[in-house]
């Protein structure tokens, strides 16, 4: 008898150990798995076309008061165009499309009807770079209400994210054109389709020629007196007016000015840390019909003792011009300024 016990005891602790074993093989699998799925998401590269959101919100949700908001906040008019355009192209998937191919979107937008009001943002949650934003609430209301609150912040997130992407991109066929170095002691990333198309002391004129219009880089420099700090904006259009007089079309007396039917857009903000003005408005030839958006940043650059000014304009009568713009700004915004320039006034 006390042979069997012993035979069967020892049975026990055998089957025992066995299964110890096989669980703690089990529980390695799970952690290896896991982590593999996590390393395989943070190498997984975001795609998709530039300043394109990815809704995940179910019908209901999104045919509803919480999808007109969306809308109102995401696909509101670009400042600054002529005609509108919705600041981003907003694609919508039902709430069960999540782990599909929505998760390589750069930008994510996540709307739930959930018993926890909350809004939290994920960075590189399913791929990178990536940001995702999730809102959700008990009720309608509830979701209206963080929308509402935290959709600058959203859109200035994007945004950033957006001209990153851009820069990533032009970073492959960038050039580094050593005239804007020499002339003016700064680097910028300019795609390489840009070519030269006119260059005066302190002025250079670059282009990009499409099938439906052209996208132009202006650079120049001016003194520091050109900006009458307590009339920076109207400062900023007579410098345009004057040097528009290079831009000329192809009509005789025919050259670029401020169109006097759209007031611009006026911020301070900052490039490569420096006072910066943003104007954004439209421009148009005198004497003559053509006419489309611009960008100017004026860069008060105080260790130079100058005024550097960059601006991007397009000309697309046919075509949508958002990603055109935001192609220039993103160039524009790459800007890093040298020290120690010697600046020599300008010649009018």
Not at 196 to 210: E, R
Not at 329 to 339: P, T
Request: proline share 4%; charged share 20%; hydrophobic share 35%.
């Amino acid at each position: 008898m006390n042979r069997l016990l012993n035979s069967n005891g020892a049975g026990f602790h055998t089957f025992i150990s066995m299964n110890k074993a096989f669980f703690l093989c089990f529980l390695l699998s799970i952690l290896a798995f896991s982590c593999t799925k996590k390393e395989a998401n943070l190498t997984r590269k975001t795609s998709g076309e530039i300043n394109t959101i990815a809704v995940i919100i179910d019908d209901p949700l999104w045919n509803g008061e919480i999808g007109d908001s969306i809308r109102n906040k995401f696909a509101s008019p670009v400042i600054g165009l002529p005609e509108e355009e919705p600041m981003f192209t907003i694609n919508q998937y039902p709430v069960k499309l999540l782990e599909g191919f929505a998760m390589d979107n750069r930008a994510i937008l996540v709307i739930k009807k959930e018993s926890k009001k909350s809004f939290t943002i994920r960075k590189n949650q399913f791929a990178t770079p990536q940001n995702s934003f999730h809102i959700s609430g008990k009720t309608v209301a509830e979701i209206v209400e963080l929308i509402e609150k935290y959709s600058p912040k959203i859109i200035q997130s994007i945004q950033q994210g957006e001209i990153l992407e851009s820069q990533r991109i032009q970073t492959k066929s960038a050039l580094l054109f050593s005239m804007i170095k020499k002339q003016f002691h700064v680097s910028l990333q300019v795609p390489s389709e840009f070519e030269l198309v006119m260059q005066k002391s302190n002025f250079i004129w670059l282009k990009k020629n499409s099938s439906s219009g052209s996208s132009n880089l202006l650079v120049y420099q001016l003194p520091l007196t050109i900006i009458k700090h307590n009339a920076v904006s109207s400062s900023i259009q007579i410098m345009r007016d004057s040097i528009g007089k290079y831009i000329e079309g192809t009509e005789p007396s025919t050259h670029m000015i401020n169109d006097k039917g759209y007031t611009p857009y006026f911020f301070k903000t900052k490039l490569d840390n420096q006072l910066t003005y943003e104007t954004r408005g439209t421009w148009q030839l005198q004497n003559d019909y053509m006419s489309g958006p611009y960008i100017n940043y004026t860069i008060i650059d105080f260790p130079n003792k100058r005024v550097l000014v960059l601006e991007g304009f397009c000309y697309s009568p046919s075509k949508e011009k958002r990603n055109s713009m935001h192609e220039l700004d993103a160039i524009m915004q790459s800007v890093h300024l040298f020290k120690n320039n010697t600046f020599t006034p300008h010649k009018h």
